[in-house]
């Protein structure tokens, strides 16, 4: 049985706390600051090119000298489907209208995968961080056995027995338990199989019961004492993402922040409308809307991304945030506003309280 020291030891990290990678939000300061601090800074790469990626991880580096992790994403390529893309379009035509902006004709598939993406793969082995991450599923055998080759640690998410079984054959490192209260999108390997939504603590307990992997406990995850539960409970580290985004170092924007702080934080949903897969984020206007009765389903990941995205930046020209994907878990509420540095001071502070 993997002990918490042991995986700790193996990273050069003091503490059994992650930093999730939440693309767009995460940030070379943000990562940095957390591993200076004694845990583990991430980078979430999945939704950048590799020149954007490249010049993250060389900032990040400019800022510390201790080890950080890279996450990717390992999505199916989206099943692009014209009629359904339509139909989604229409249904999105009166928000386009409400924001002065004309409908697109057409989405793209905004978010290359990992799978297969060869000169992603080659920046990773170039650069070399000390962990690389994967999300919505697996690369192929031949990168997690040339990451592990060029002395890299890999991470994968699991939000089932099953998936973690996956990671485990496949000869990555260590499992994140993602459970149901995790903000973000849901790590599920297949959109469309049947999902348990266990919760942290419930999937945590069947994991570690049933692999041999080191475990890392995410989602709902907001101070010292839900850290001290989770190590308990058999996780060698927790990975925390809401509790970050408050943080000066995060790309969070004002309104992101504004709404965190606000009752607003206190709902949240898992939703497909944003991406075309399930995140949990704060509900606002374009969920509501999105989720109506008679909606028709939204594109296939990260297709329906695209249609969000454009709507979101036109209504932001004027200062409307209502159709903005601000992920956040069911612990939002305890989100505090400080430097990634004194949160992490403070985690450690309630972990052995």
């Known amino acids: 049985m993997n002990t918490s020291q042991h995986f700790l030891d193996r990273l050069a990290i003091q503490l059994p706390i992650i930093q999730a990678p939440m693309a767009g939000i995460s940030t070379p ?80 598939e905004i978010y290359p995968t990992f799978l297969g993406d060869e000169e992603m793969l080659a920046l990773l082995l170039e650069q070399r961080p000390a962990v690389v991450s994967f999300h919505f599923g697996l690369p192929p055998n031949e990168h997690i056995a040339a990451l592990r080759q060029a002395g890299i640690y890999t991470m994968a998410t699991a939000t089932n027995l099953q998936e973690a079984a996956l990671i485990e054959q496949a000869g990555v490192d260590a499992i994140v338990a993602q459970g149901v209260e995790a903000g973000g999108h849901r790590g599920c390997f297949d959109p469309e199989a049947t999902d348990e939504r266990h919760s942290t603590l419930v999937l945590l307990r069947l994991l570690s019961s049933r692999s041999k992997l080191p475990i890392i406990a995410a989602g709902g995850i907001m101070d010292g004492q839900a850290i ?39 709902a949240t949903r898992l939703t497909s409308t944003f991406s075309g897969r399930l995140a949990r984020g704060m509900v606002n206007r374009f969920i509501a809307y999105g989720e109506a009765a008679g909606s028709p389903p939204p594109a296939a990941y990260p297709v329906a991304y695209d249609a969000a995205k454009q709507l979101n930046a036109a209504a932001t020209k004027l200062g409307n945030s209502e159709f903005a994907a601000q992920w956040a878990g069911q612990g939002a ?21």
């Open 228 to 266: 001290r539960a989770a190590l308990d409970a058999g996780a060698v580290a927790a990975q925390l993402g809401t509790a970050f985004i408050l943080c000066p170092e995060s790309a969070a924007n004002a309104s992101y922040r504004s709404n965190l702080q606000s009752a607003r934080a206190a």
């Open 29 to 108: 300061q943000l990562a940095a600051a957390v591993s200076n601090a004694g845990g583990l800074g991430s980078l979430g790469i999945g939704a950048s090119t590799v020149a954007q990626a490249h010049q993250m991880v060389e900032e990040t580096r400019a800022l510390t000298n201790k080890p950080f992790n890279v996450n990717v994403f390992c999505h199916a390529p989206a099943q692009r489907d014209t009629q359904r893309e339509a139909a989604w379009l229409a249904h999105l035509a009166p928000l386009f209208a409400e924001v002065n902006s004309a409908l697109p004709s057409t989405l793209n």
């Open 333 to 353: 509420p305890l989100a505090r506003e400080m430097p990634a540095q004194q949160l992490i001071e403070t985690l450690v502070k309630e972990i052995v309280a």
